[in-house]
């Protein structure tokens, strides 16, 4: 085995550079995408789950609620972009916590790398998918119907919007992945509470058709401002409002939820 | 003396439990450590604080120099680490998850090639090198989760019970590499609950019990410690057991063991055994075999500590990797 050991290694510096932990997430971002090579199925997952929402809702139920499912479809591709980046996020919890219970995650913590960059690698591989499973809905939409209503420029906007709202949910999904005893308790919870926070909001029903207490909730429901936001940007109607409520409530989770995450983290390893 | 390893009143506590009372330790620069001790006895938690994976409560600890906690990153450029927790990624080839640790350790991707295939090729892992790890049988998985501690070029090494559920044959191939690392002037920090295996790899062994070094020296010095010699007779007729049974007896002053064939006894005096010879021819009892051994390392155990090492072996094990043979996750 005289090819494991060479010269002494000098020791480097006490802490490595940003550049090189922006390489090291690189890296980290490679092999959390590299694994859907053996993970095919994951692919799947979040690629015909949202196709299957998009041809359900259009063709089941866009006939009674709009009339026609190409205008139900131009209202609610939208949100249904929004629902399906929420689910999406649910993937950072679950390989994180993969990680922390196979001891993954404990390899990389004795390697002389940044200390963010296992975290901010699956965040960047998670905004992959998202832009993968946002651009596929799009083109979808388009082909059964969808037509936009603004600029490209706009829905480049919506995109961009989604995904920096995708950055910050991550968040809750990193603390849930933290806290997790497994990865089947993440996807329970994003079943669980993903769910009701999705379909109580104007993704796939405008607010005014509901009762009066559950207009309140719904309006208040950040899925529906960012909805809101998404369908100014790409269908045509109010933008600045909603997007900047979108911005802020993207702020506010991270704000409250990155802290809660390094704290469960320092708790659990 | 050139250290690679030292830690000074290390402690460590879990809420209420203290993990570790106030370890020293000292391993010398290209040698091996056993770090021996039960399940719970605080092994895995010292690697894990000489790892930087655990911010110590008390006392300190270096690294070829430098300070686990205020040098951590210096730390983990010069370590390697494996064992029942620190894995490797399932849903990667073996041939992947050495690449992305040589990128990691800032290998450019040509070099990073280069050794994983290098290190595919030393652990016989070439045939599989394409194949997800989940695959891997559990051998497969010590070979390569060694060869993830290797990418880097650690000049000291930690292995966690590295040979855990290993079959025989699998554990004497690890050790032959472990043998070889050392040769080749890696320092190696090795737990384990198994006697044989601190024998067989350590230079010197630190006998550990509920967080404190109890014993520490060479595996011969440890065995001369307790003073206790083993005498083993073994007639070749069975029906002269119990003759000899009664003069073992009688001169150890013990009421020895009968295991098989062979009558065994803990004896302090070692002149014993010309008398032993002459009682025995005088009864006529012919010997096949006639010895006296230090004591095993688990007897050695056995008298530190007051409770066998390998106790509750198979329970621990069990709570400890509760999920490490679950199937695949997402």
Not at chain 1, 38 to 46: A, R, S, V
Not at chain 1, 190 to 219: C, D, H, K, R, Y
Not at chain 2, 180 to 200: I, K
Not at chain 2, 202 to 216: H, K, L, P, Q, T
Request: charged content about 20%; glycine content about 10%.
């Amino acid at each position: 085995m005289s090819a494991t050991r060479e010269v002494g290694r000098t020791t480097g510096p006490a802490r490595p550079t940003l550049l090189e932990g922006l390489a090291q997430t690189r890296s980290l971002a490679w092999r959390t995408l590299v694994q859907i090579r053996h993970n095919p199925w994951e692919l799947g997952d979040f690629s015909f789950q949202p196709i299957m929402f998009v041809l359900l809702f259009t063709y089941v139920f866009g006939g009674a609620i709009s009339g026609s499912t190409g205008e139900y479809l131009t209202f609610a591709l939208p949100g249904i972009i929004v629902m399906n980046m929420l689910f999406v996020t649910m993937y950072v919890g679950m390989g994180l916590n993969t990680d922390l219970t196979k001891g993954v995650f404990d390899r990389l913590r004795s390697l002389p790398i940044a200390r963010w960059a296992p975290m901010a690698g699956r965040i960047t591989a998670d905004l992959v998918k998202q832009a993968w499973s946002i651009l596929l809905l799009l083109g979808i939409g388009l082909i059964l119907g969808f037509r936009v209503g603004t600029s490209w420029l706009h829905v480049l906007g919506a995109f961009l919007l989604v995904l920096v709202f995708a950055l910050a949910f991550s968040w809750v999904s990193v603390l849930v992945g933290i806290v997790a005893k497994d990865p089947e308790q993440v996807q329970l919870f994003g079943f669980t509470a993903l769910f009701p926070i999705t379909f109580v909001s104007n993704v796939f029903v405008p607010a005014e058709t509901m009762p009066g207490w559950l207009q309140a909730i719904v309006e208040a429901n950040p899925v529906s401002i960012l909805s809101d936001a998404a369908r100014g940007l790409m269908v045509g109607g109010p933008v600045a409002e909603p997007v900047t409520y979108s911005l802020l409530w993207a702020a506010g989770i991270m704000a409250v939820f990155a802290p809660m995450s390094m704290w469960a983290f320092r708790r659990r390893v | 003396m050139d250290y690679a390893v030292v830690t000074e009143r290390l402690v460590k506590r879990f809420g209420e439990t203290t993990a570790l009372a106030g370890v020293d330790l000292a391993v010398t620069r290209g040698t091996v450590l056993g770090l021996l001790g039960p399940n719970g006895a605080g092994k895995t938690t010292a690697v894990r604080v000489l790892a930087t994976l655990l911010r110590p409560d008390g006392g300190r600890a270096t690294i070829g120099g430098y300070d686990v906690v205020n040098d951590a990153h210096r730390v983990r450029g010069l370590i390697g680490m494996t064992g029942q927790y620190a894995s490797v990624d399932e849903n990667l080839t073996g041939a992947e998850n050495l690449l992305l640790i040589g990128r990691l350790v800032g290998m450019p991707r040509p070099d990073a090639r280069q050794r994983a295939s290098e290190l595919l090729a030393t652990f016989e892992l070439q045939d599989a090198a394409g194949r997800a790890t989940k695959t891997y049988s559990g051998g497969m998985r010590r070979r390569l989760d060694l060869a993830a501690s290797l990418v880097g070029r650690p000049e000291i090494l930690f292995l966690d019970e590295p040979t855990t559920g290993l079959d025989p044959r699998a554990r004497l191939g690890l050790w032959q590499q472990v043998r070889e690392l050392v040769s080749d002037g890696v320092t190696v920090l090795l737990t384990t609950q198994y006697l044989e295996e601190a024998d067989t790899l350590a230079d010197n062994i630190a006998v550990i019990d509920r967080g404190s070094v109890i014993a520490s020296g060479t595996p011969a010095e440890l065995k001369a410690r307790t003073g206790a010699q083993s005498l083993a007779v073994r007639p070749q007729e069975s029906a002269d057991l119990p003759a000899v049974r009664t003069v073992v007896a009688e001169l150890a002053r013990t009421e020895p063991k009968v295991e098989g064939q062979t009558v065994s006894a803990s004896v302090t005096d070692p002149t014993l055994l010309p008398e032993v010879v002459r009682r025995l021819d005088d009864a006529g009892v012919v010997n096949a075999e006639l010895a006296l051994r230090h004591a095993s390392l688990n007897e050695v155990f056995l008298s530190l500590t007051g409770h066998p090492a390998e106790e509750d072996e198979t329970d621990a094990d069990d709570t400890k990797r509760p999920r490490a043979e679950q199937g695949v996750s997402p």
